[in-house]
Nanobody, 111 residues
Framework: QVQLVESGGGLVQAGGSLRLSCVTS????IEWYRQAPGNQREWVAT???????IYRDYVKGRFALSRDNAKDTVYLQMDSLKPEDTAVYYC?????????WGQGTQVTIAS
């Protein structure tokens, strides 16, 4: 069983920043997803075990992934936030073919 715990969500004004954290056990590839009300969950970004991040186009240049392996933590730095970034953000990892999800953290961007 792999556990993931997200934190760092909140309410900010458009143009502001938030840093989300995902704590897990061990050095794992971590994916971030988000789900806005009425929408399907969508992939946002991925960071590999060797710290090679990839991003969905609409967050490139605004979001940045990093990891602190000593703390088993992956960070999603989100800058220049827009109202359309409002969603619940989830981190996910896969182990032995099984997907594990965190509980999610709410991000709300006020216009």
């Amino acid at each position: 069983q792999v556990q993931l715990v997200e934190s760092g969500g909140g309410l900010v004004q458009a143009g502001g920043s938030l840093r989300l954290s995902c704590v897990t056990s061990g050095n794992r590839a971590i994916e971030w997803y988000r789900q806005a009300p009425g929408n399907q969950r969508e992939w946002v970004a991925t960071i590999s075990r060797v710290n090679s991040p990839i991003y969905r186009d609409y967050v490139k240049g605004r979001f940045a992934l990093s990891r602190d392996n000593a703390k088993d933590t992956v960070y999603l730095q989100m800058d220049s936030l827009k109202p359309e970034d409002t969603a619940v953000y989830y981190c996910k990892t896969t182990s032995l073919g099984v997907d594990y999800w965190g509980q999610g953290t709410q991000v709300t961007i006020a216009s």
